[in-house]
């Protein structure tokens, strides 16, 4: 089987990631090849990410503010870094606004 050139590149990205690199090889593997990219820039408001289904993000580039429905910061995610992992968890719903940096 052949991988991609772009499966190649976010496994090797990932493989450099806590807690990605606890992976095994084959499970890294399928996770990457399940990735899906955008791409955003700062100020963007296509930035405000959905999170009516569960999803994990993972910056590669540049950073993310995780912010409160009332705007006050909760985290400022930089490259490596993850969010959106409690909708993943518990498959539940959240509303926490993120823009691009």
């Known amino acids: 089987m052949t991988v991609s050139v772009e499966v190649a590149a976010i ?3 990932l493989a450099g990631c806590p807690p990605f690199d606890e992976l095994p090889a084959e499970m890294l593997g399928r996770a990457a090849s399940k990735v ?19 999803r994990l993000y993972v910056v590669r580039t540049g950073a ?21 992992y409690p909708s993943v968890a518990d498959r539940r719903r959240y509303h926490q606004p993120a823009d691009s940096d």
């Open 11 to 13: 496994r090797e990205f």
């Open 36 to 54: 899906q990219i955008a791409y955003y820039r700062a100020g963007d408001p296509g930035a405000v990410l959905d999170y009516s289904s569960p």
């Open 64 to 84: 993310f503010e995780v912010r409160d429905s009332e705007g006050q910061l909760l985290d400022r995610v930089e490259p490596g870094g993850y969010f959106g």
